[in-house]
């Protein structure tokens, strides 16, 4: 499976931004797909994810409320929805995904793209 994020770049705080993510060569319906960050010097922390259906999905204590997952399934893409931004959501999103459910490890990887909140 080949992963492609897009949509990252330079939003203010309070604001929004949607990140697209677009899978490719492999069967996408039936993988769970996860968005991942990491910040300079963090651990990288695992913020959203869907199942292939939809059914099934996580959140992140520290995006609850602001983060928002979908899943466009004839388009074979991911978004994630950003809201109310805050600086501390400053990092490098990546789009990942793994066969069957939401949680465990996953294995494909796409490159980051940067997000930058600042006033």
């Known amino acids: 499976v080949q992963l492609q994020a897009f949509g990252g770049g330079l939003a203010q705080p309070g604001g929004s931004l949607r990140l697209s993510c677009e899978a490719s060569?492999?069967?996408?319906?039936?993988?769970?797909v996860g968005w991942f960050r990491q910040a300079p010097g963090k651990e990288r922390e695992l913020v959203k994810a869907?199942?292939?259906?939809?059914?099934?999905?996580f959140t992140a204590n520290s995006v609850k409320g602001r983060f928002n997952i979908s899943r466009d399934g004839a388009k074979n893409t991911v978004y994630l929805q950003m809201n109310n931004l805050k600086l501390e959501d400053t990092a490098v999103y990546y789009c990942?995904?793994?066969?069957?459910?939401?949680?465990?490890?996953?294995?494909?990887w796409g490159q980051g793209t940067e997000v930058t909140v600042s006033s």
């Open positions: 869907i199942s292939w259906n939809g059914n099934s999905i």
């Open positions: 060569g492999g069967t996408g319906s039936t993988y769970a």
């Open positions: 990942t995904a793994r066969k069957g459910f939401v949680y465990g490890d996953y294995d494909y």
